[in-house]
């Protein structure tokens, strides 16, 4: 049997473990789903597969055209392995069309084209609901320099352009997206990638055709099946894996 892995941190939809060498990690995909920082929580058969592979597509697709991300390879159906980043505590928030919470906020009509993409920043932080700040707070508080912040902006306007055109490609329509951004050091140098991950649950997409929600607001809004709304991106997107449902535990006879 192989021996237990180090657990480094538990999130509500991953588990990052040790790596293999250093300065990696193994990043395992929950089937969970949690809407409200936890308040409501659910578990999906397969999600987990799912948003893997997608996640995997996103960040490969990425890295081919020069978008630095803490990707390196898909382990198996569940994991990954990924560089050991530095996380910068925000939420790097960008939004094409007026949605969720800047829709409430500005009384905005939900759906609405913005002048131009749009990115915000919320403090990572599940009990104060990652409240939205300005960059005046950010550099303030010493979160992230100047220097960072324009970096940010435009690593996470490289890939809007890309996921926009990817979804786009397949009758989708990239309403929003978060992405977190860790810092890798080259020596003395700190270089900046897109961490985390990249999936339906951290996306706002709609059909273009009829405007059927294929995110997470399915869970939300208790719009369906998540796993079914998260199916149907992938097959688009010509990821779907093989087997997105758990095989049944082998049966040990004595």
């Known amino acids: ?49 799912l948003n893997n592979r997608l996640s995997e597509f996103f960040m490969t697709g990425l890295n081919q055209i020069g978008v630095p991300t803490h990707f390196i390879r898909r382990l198996n159906m569940r994991e990954q392995l990924v560089r050991q980043v530095e996380i910068i505590p925000l939420e790097v928030i960008v939004r094409n069309f007026a949605a969720g919470s800047m829709a409430t906020r500005l009384g905005l009509t939900e759906g609405q084209q913005l002048p131009r993409p749009i990115v915000e920043f919320c403090y990572k932080d599940d009990r104060l609901g990652d409240p939205l700040v300005p960059e005046e707070y950010i550099i303030a508080f010493g979160w992230a320099a100047q220097q960072d912040l324009d970096d940010i902006v435009a690593l996470a306007l490289r890939v809007n352009d890309f996921l926009s055109g990817v979804m786009h490609g397949v009758g989708i329509k990239l309403v929003d997206f978060k992405i977190e951004v860790g810092r890798i050091w080259d020596g003395d140098f700190p270089r900046l990638v897109v961490a985390d991950e990249i999936s339906p649950d951290s996306c706002r997409l709609w059909d273009i055709e009829t405007g059927r929600k294929l995110d997470k607001d399915v869970f939300r809004k208790d719009l369906g099946s998540l796993t079914e709304a998260y199916t149907e991106v992938a097959r688009r997107l010509g990821v779907l894996p093989s087997n997105v449902t758990h095989r049944p535990k082998p049966t040990l006879i004595n």
């Open 1 to 49: 049997m192989a021996p237990r892995r180090k657990k480094i941190y538990e999130g509500k939809a991953k588990i990052l473990y040790e790596g293999p060498e250093p300065g990696t990690l193994v990043q395992y995909f929950k089937d969970d789903a949690t809407a409200g920082n936890g308040a409501k929580k659910e578990v999906f058969e397969g999600k987990g597969v």
